[in-house]
């Protein structure tokens, strides 16, 4: 008798094990290296959706463009051959219009102020883009205002831009603020801009301090301006074709778990921010901080928002969701 009960409590054991066992695999690629905060937010959020789920879900992370380029891998993930991906935010805007008021120049002040911002619009924002683009957001990861490199010259005024080959994302938002300052931007794919910045095809490019450190921009750049027109953001998206096909409970520990790795992004590249910038000028690069006459860029800049309407949801949205930001970082 008692082994007979021994042997059922194994069995119950075995049962419940399975039970538990993993029943779904994410695949989240990101284009970053292993050091960047991308790829701390995509380990954080790995962390959590094996605890939140007990085991049942397990994220496999793809970092530096190993699943395609970021514009690919969200193709992949709208038909769910891929589930998850950390992009920068213009890469989305093209299957998502609506996203592209987070693209707007000049939205935020700091990175106080976008995080509030960011937090407050997420809940309408996957109203509208699990809509047009097949996708959810799970949290919005930023990495601070992206500075302007080169290696020509210090960019201390508008004057100082004109004539630089400079490399944008090709998203006509940033492409149309570029040109609001006089610019002809060269909209290039990400994978494209070191070899293109080395080769001189191009003078420059816009990213984060961090990015700027890990990409090793400081070998083949020299000045760096503060131009504050873009709080660079990324969204940690999935699959809404997969999030559908995961039970309720499942759901709530991914979208948690996706929640909480934002803010351990965040937090990494406040920290980091501070050292790249200690790390670059160590490096010989020379920081000017804000252009002497930002306010013009400032003016030029948001000047073309009643242009861009149509491209970010129409001017309804972006009244919405620009309330919604400017409320909720007060």
Same mark, same amino acid.
């Not at 490399?167 to 006089?182: A, D, M, Q, Y």
């Given at each position: %008798? ?10 119950? =054991? ?5 039970? =538990? ?26 962390? +959590? #959706? ?10 496999? /992370? ?8 970021? *514009? ?16 920068? %935010? ?21 990175? *106080? ?11 309408? %924002? ?10 959810? &957001? ?8 992206? #500075?302007?490199?080169?290696?020509? +010259? ?20 940033? /492409? ?12 290039? !794919?990400?994978? *494209?801009? =070191?070899?293109? $910045?080395?080769?001189?095809? /191009?003078? !420059? ?17 020299? @000045?760096?301006?503060?131009?504050? @027109? %873009?709080?660079?953001? !990324?969204?940690?998206? /999935?699959?809404?074709? &997969? @999030?559908?096909? $995961?039970?309720?409970?499942?759901? *709530?520990? #991914? ?52 242009? $861009? ?22």
């Amino acid at each position: %008798m008692i082994l007979k009960a021994g042997a059922l409590a194994l069995s119950l =054991f075995a049962l419940a094990s399975t039970a =538990f066992a993993q029943e779904y695999t994410i695949r989240l690629s990101h284009g970053d290296n292993e050091t960047n905060p991308t790829h701390i937010t995509a380990l954080a959020f790995a962390e +959590r #959706v094996a605890e939140y789920t007990g085991g049942r879900v397990e994220v496999k /992370i793809f970092p530096a463009n190993q699943l395609g380029s970021e *514009e690919e891998v969200i193709r992949a993930v709208r038909n769910n051959t891929i589930q998850a991906q950390i992009p920068a %935010m213009a890469n989305v805007h093209p299957v998502a219009p609506s996203v592209g008021v987070l693209l707007l120049p000049y939205l935020f002040k700091n990175s *106080e102020e976008a995080h509030a911002g960011l937090d407050a619009v997420l809940a309408p %924002m996957n109203d509208r883009i699990t809509q047009e683009g097949g996708i959810r &957001f799970l949290g919005i990861l930023e990495k601070g205002f992206r #500075v302007l490199t080169n290696s020509v +010259r210090p960019v201390e005024t508008l004057e100082d831009l004109q004539g630089l080959k400079i490399r944008v994302s090709p998203n006509e938002i940033v /492409i149309n603020t570029f040109k609001s300052w006089g610019l002809d931007p060269i909209p290039m !794919g990400w994978g *494209e801009v =070191f070899t293109a $910045l080395q080769q001189g095809v /191009i003078d !420059g490019q816009e990213n984060p301090y961090t990015t700027a450190q890990t990409s090793k921009f400081y070998e083949i750049q020299k @000045y760096i301006t503060e131009i504050h @027109y %873009m709080v660079w953001t !990324g969204p940690l998206l /999935i699959s809404e074709q &997969f @999030y559908q096909s $995961l039970p309720t409970d499942l759901q *709530e520990a #991914v979208s948690r778990a996706g929640q909480e790795a934002v803010v351990v992004g965040r937090a990494a590249n406040a920290v980091q921010t501070e050292e790249a910038m200690v790390f670059l000028k160590e490096q010989g690069m020379v920081l000017s901080g804000a252009p002497k006459d930002e306010e013009k860029w400032i003016e030029a800049a948001r000047g073309i928002w009643p242009s $861009l309407y149509a491209s970010v949801g129409g001017e309804e949205w972006v009244l919405s969701a620009t309330t919604l930001m400017s409320e909720a970082a007060k």
